[in-house]
């Protein structure tokens, strides 16, 4: 499978727990985007980048949130003390710029914290 | 501040109907426009887009228009299928290099009766 692979696809957590997730994005696309979606809603953006440089973060993405794409291949997203409004569908998406920029999204990791 | 209204939240229609989903945008500076279908437990995916020097885009039998004036853009589906059941969402983007985030509306359920 060539599209945007995520993992795990569910993780279950309790409160204060930290968790961390991993997008691998189309191989050649240089943009990595990550959303939050909560059920009945469309995604809320979180943060993107553009090979290792993260350019926007939202203000959503609280400083619990961390985000990294060290080689600009692979993402991290982490959680750090988790609370139970961060129990979402967490997606990644993955965009070539140079090709017109239309986004390709993972499957997603649905969080459940206890 | 960048915002999607979409509208209706739910709409049922016969097989074989047209059904119309709209959406306004809040920002004047957004140029690019994307539609996702999301069935129930996968990841969106893009099905039709527009950009802001084109007024309309037919594939098949989805179309889109877009009224940049008037900031609307909507979705058409003609001779509606069991197969077009699920949530749509319009979304709006600046494509410029560095602000090229996705803003989602919240989402139309549509439901195509036997």
């Known amino acids: 499978d060539t599209g945007v692979s995520q993992d795990p696809r569910h993780k279950i957590t309790k409160r204060g727990q930290n968790v961390t997730f991993r997008c691998d994005p189309i191989s050649e696309h240089n943009r990595l985007y990550w959303y939050r979606q909560t059920l009945g809603q469309g995604p809320e953006f979180l943060t993107y980048f553009q090979n290792e440089a993260q350019l926007e973060k939202s203000r959503l993405l609280s400083d619990r949130f961390s985000a990294e794409r060290p080689k600009g291949s692979f993402s991290t997203l982490e959680i750090q003390r988790t609370e139970q409004g961060d129990s979402a569908m967490y997606l990644c998406?993955?965009?070539?710029?140079?090709?017109?920029?239309?986004?390709?999204f993972g499957p997603g990791t649905r969080l459940t914290v206890t | 501040g960048e915002n999607v209204e979409q509208h209706p939240s739910t709409l049922s229609v016969q097989e074989g109907d047209s059904a119309v989903i709209k959406c306004t945008y809040s920002?004047?500076?957004?140029?690019?426009f994307p539609w996702y279908k999301q069935e129930l437990g996968k990841r969106p995916q893009l099905i039709i887009d527009?950009?802001?020097?084109?007024g309309e885009k037919k594939d098949q039998r989805i179309a889109v228009t877009l009224n940049k004036t008037a900031k609307h853009f909507s979705l058409h589906i003609t001779e509606t299928q069991p197969e077009d059941s699920a949530v749509y969402f319009c979304a709006a983007s600046k494509r410029v290099s560095s602000a090229s985030k996705i803003i989602f509306g919240s989402g139309t359920r549509l439901s195509i009766r036997p």
């Open positions: 527009i950009r802001s020097n084109v």
């Open positions: 920002d004047s500076a957004s140029n690019y």
């Open positions: 998406a993955s965009s070539l710029a140079e090709a017109g920029g239309e986004q390709y």
